[in-house]
């Protein structure tokens, strides 16, 4: 009998410790990823200099005389990002305040359902269908330079692409408002938009800037829808109906090819990708924390 | 009404008007999208391009077997470690907490890591320390640290929505803590963490920046063995979509789409009918 | 490691001494002391809060699980201490059971639930096991209601069943005392009625410490009551001198309803 016992007690040693083990190799991960990406990024950075290697506009890594300038593809980066925030975000969140308040609660639910949909979709399909219809349709009836390419396009996909994730979040947002604010304004002679516009959406405002920032995130670290419609030239975006490239599509069209400095140029952009993204996370857990404390 | 209230009156009613013109750009663009892939790529999925040779013609057979190893290799290795993480944080709460936050920290800046960045680290730590190449393995390895925080998030708040009356009564029953975990808590939880493992596959379903650093985008062999560079249907997509094979690639595109549909259902199936529910307050006499 | 089994063959009584209870900084319990008999059916009544509930959960230390919760002096089951360090607690738990006010079966089968105990502690026999669920299952009243539907989730059954069931569920342990917080609070009046008959039948071969606050309920099942009162254990004595000639003030007050 007593050794049934000791066998349980070891039993329960040993499992405490696997248990352990696993919950800890996300934090060993998370430094295996950094430790690869900064001690092979880093050194590079200093080693050609900060500002030759983000302020510089000629990626040229093959040539004799190699150049590693990434500033043509941080401007396209920002540009795309903005742009595709701007699209998204404002078509998001006059969605969620039309499900909120101004569509008849019964087609409510279908059409949040129908919007999620277009969260589950994969990227390459959004690349492709930007690619193939996308691109020829700004081609022709948008752009002023006859291309289609660029960041105009990439943009108005990327818009789609993050459109649920705002419409989610801020819808929810503007639910866990309390409506006595709302039945307030009513009472007080305000119309049903008065009362929605003037007072429920700000009072909702931290949690749908959380949802853009979030947004934001999702159109800065997508790669292959981008590297589908952007076109994929290392020259300076001077238009947003011309062919670029943004940081996370230069990694991807070069990282099969290029191996020494030129690779770990790359890395080096991770590295700048990984740093935004990382800003932009720890924004959104503050929002959302300190929503949680009010 | 004096003429400034009927403008601001006008004003805001014409935001709503935007606003419902919103939920209508929204849902063209769901329809637009998935309207393209259905007539583009409905045509052109015929068996031969489903599961024939890739000859002269595509085939997006060597996709489908290399999307069924990701995901073998993925879950097998993200699974066991992400449940176990969760339980971890969540039953053996009051040790020193500020590990637990360690940790928690950890898995949100995991999940925060863009995909192409994924897709550098697996390629600098299989194709290139460890010397494989473009291999299967390699893009499994890195998916499974990518799904990991999707799983150990599911994972944590099934376990929490188990009532504590439960832990309890195993407790007093004489239990080791073990034992109550995997007779009592994991079961009580299980559609939560089975749905949330459908959902993780529905992930390694749709991702292809990791991939196209890691296995190589090989899409006309069949991959022999885990080693090999190969390629997925999502991967394919970009193949066939850049490389002017508009048809076949809206073709996988179909077939892409239609399995993460049948996924979603799965999801929503399962988390209907396993869930052991408990009516443990409203009982009827 | 020591067990309890031997010890409580012998002496199967409780021994409380000084005994003193904290949640965190504040006193649940104060300078207990009581001896809780065998094969006899002891209730602890009390005003809301007056530490009877927290006093039951620590003759099994159910209270460790519990952040928090620190204890001095001696609770001595069977001439052991329980809170030695060589006293292994799943071992304690198997022989002091407890059933709970809210009835909490495990969402799997009657059969099962009844035999997690027996599983827990290495019988693995099929027909031994179906002879301890049966008669776990005959001991608690509910055999007769369920012997069609062993495999059937607990969840189904009524309120009363389920709380029959939870009892079922610790007997299957064997236990030599049973702890009862407030089992028939939550139910109506007919299956309290059922399971106040089975824990008088159950007197003959376990010792049980009932905790109640429906005071007919002590006078109709208990042999001795103890009163507790603001954490302290205020008297003790059979359940008709309590009931008849209290000698604490504080006592009669609370029996005749002046507070409670």
């Known amino acids: 009998m007593l050794s049934f016992y000791k066998f349980i007690a070891i039993r329960e040693k040993i499992m405490k410790a696997t248990f352990f083990m696993c919950a800890f190799f996300s934090l060993f991960s998370l430094l295996l990823i950094m430790l690869y990406l900064f001690m092979n990024g880093i050194p590079f ?63 409510v639910r279908i059409i949040s359902q129908l919007i999620n949909l277009l969260a589950g979709i994969p990227s390459v399909i959004y690349g492709l269908f930007g690619m193939r219809f996308v691109v020829p349709f700004v081609r022709d009836y948008i752009s002023n330079n006859g291309v289609g390419y660029g ?56 949690g749908i800037f959380a949802s853009i920032i979030l947004g934001t995130g999702r159109a800065l670290g997508e790669t292959m829808a981008v590297i589908m419609i952007i076109g994929g030239s290392p020259q300076f975006p001077s238009s947003i109906f011309e062919s670029v490239r943004t940081l996370t599509s230069n990694i991807a069209m070069g990282a099969n090819e290029l191996s020494g400095d030129a690779l770990s140029a790359l890395i080096a952009s991770g590295v700048i990708l990984f740093a935004f993204s990382l800003m932009l996370n720890i924004s959104f857990s503050l929002i959302e924390s300190k929503k949680k404390e009010n | 009404m004096l003429s400034s209230q009927k403008r601001i009156k006008t004003h805001y009613s014409s935001l709503k008007v935007f606003s419902l013109i919103s939920v209508i750009i929204s849902l063209i663009a769901l329809v637009g999208i998935i309207a393209f892939v259905i007539i583009n790529g409905i045509n052109n999925v015929t068996y031969d391009f489903l599961f024939g040779k890739y000859d002269n013609t595509p085939s997006i057979y060597p996709a489908l077997i290399g999307t069924l190893n990701l995901i073998l290799i993925s879950l097998v290795v993200a699974a066991p470690i992400g449940i176990f993480s969760a339980v971890f944080l969540t039953e053996y709460t009051n040790l020193n907490s500020i590990f637990m936050k360690i940790i928690r920290v950890s898995i949100e800046t995991l999940a925060g890591i863009p995909s192409i960045v994924y897709g550098l680290f697996g390629y600098l730590i299989f194709v290139v320390s460890f010397n494989w190449g473009y291999s299967l393995l390699g893009g499994g390895l890195t998916l499974a640290i990518m799904i990991l925080p999707v799983i150990v998030r599911s994972t944590e708040e099934s376990l929490l929505s188990v009532p504590n009356e439960l832990r309890e009564g195993s407790y007093a029953l004489g239990a080791s803590k073990v034992r109550t975990i995997f007779k009592v808590v ?38 022999e063995t885990f080693l090999s560079a190969g390629t997925s249907l999502a991967l394919d997509i970009y193949y066939f979509g850049s490389y002017g094979y508009p048809n076949e690639a809206a073709a996988t595109a179909f077939v892409l789409l239609i399995l993460v549909l049948l996924i979603n259902l799965l999801a929503y199936a399962v988390g209907k009918f396993l869930k052991k529910g408990g009516n443990y307050s409203e009982n009827n006499y | 490691m020591k067990t309890i089994i031997n010890n409580l063959l012998e002496n199967s009584i409780i021994e ?67 809170y030695e360090k060589n006293v292994d607690v799943n071992m304690l738990r198997k022989e002091v059971g407890i059933v709970f006010q809210k009835p909490n079966p495990f969402p799997i089968s009657i059969y099962e639930n009844v035999a997690f105990a027996p599983r827990t502690f290495g019988v693995k026999n099929k027909s031994e096991l179906n002879k301890i669920v049966i008669d776990s299952l005959k001991k608690a009243s ?29 007997l299957a342990a064997n236990p030599k005392i049973l702890l009862m917080d407030e089992p028939t609070s939550a139910l109506d009046p007919i299956s309290t009625a059922k399971i106040e008959e089975l824990i008088l039948a159950l007197k003959k ?39 008849t000639y209290p000698s604490n003030v504080k006592t009669e007050n609370y029996i005749t309803g002046k507070f409670g």
């Open chain 1, 45 to 107: 950075i200093s080693k050609i200099g900060f500002s030759n290697f983000v302020f510089g506009t000629l990626w040229a890594p093959l040539s004799d005389v190699a150049s590693y300038g990434i500033f043509n593809m941080i401007i396209a980066t920002l540009y795309v990002t903005a742009l595709s925030t701007l699209f998204g975000g404002t078509l998001g969140v006059f969605t969620a305040i039309a499900l909120y308040k101004f569509i008849p609660k019964k087609f």
């Open chain 1, 151 to 206: 960041i105009f396009s990439t943009s108005l996909v990327l818009g789609i692409m993050i459109l649920p994730t705002i419409v989610s979040i801020s819808l929810d947002s503007l639910n866990s408002v309390s409506s006595k604010f709302y039945e307030g304004a009513l009472a007080l002679g305000a119309t049903k938009e008065i009362a929605v516009f003037k007072i429920m959406v700000p009072a909702a405002k931290s």
């Open chain 2, 186 to 223: 994991i079961p009580c939880a299980s559609s939560g963490i089975i749905t949330s493992l459908i959902l993780a596959i529905g992930r390694v379903l749709s991702e292809s920046a990791v991939l196209i650093l890691t296995i190589g985008m090989v899409v006309n062999k069949v991959p």
């Open chain 3, 16 to 82: 409380v001494r000084n005994y003193n209870l904290y949640y965190g900084n504040s006193r649940a319990l104060k300078d207990v002391n009581i001896l809780i008999n065998e094969h006899e059916i002891t209730a602890l009544i009390g005003p809301s809060g007056c530490g009877k509930s927290s006093f039951l959960r620590c003759l099994n230390r159910m209270n460790d699980l519990i952040n928090g919760c620190k204890n001095n002096g001696k609770i001595i089951i069977g001439n052991v201490d329980i």
């Open chain 3, 142 to 170: 509910i055999y007769d209601e369920v012997k069609d539907r062993l495999f059937s989730s607990a969840l189904s059954l009524s309120g009363g069943q389920q709380q029959r069931l939870c009892i079922a569920r610790a």
């Open chain 3, 205 to 243: 071969e376990i010792t049980i410490v009932i905790v109640t606050h429906n005071m007919q309920q002590a006078t109709r099942i208990a042999d001795k009551t103890a009163v507790f009162f603001l954490g302290e254990l205020i008297e003790f004595d059979t359940t008709e001198k309590i009931f």
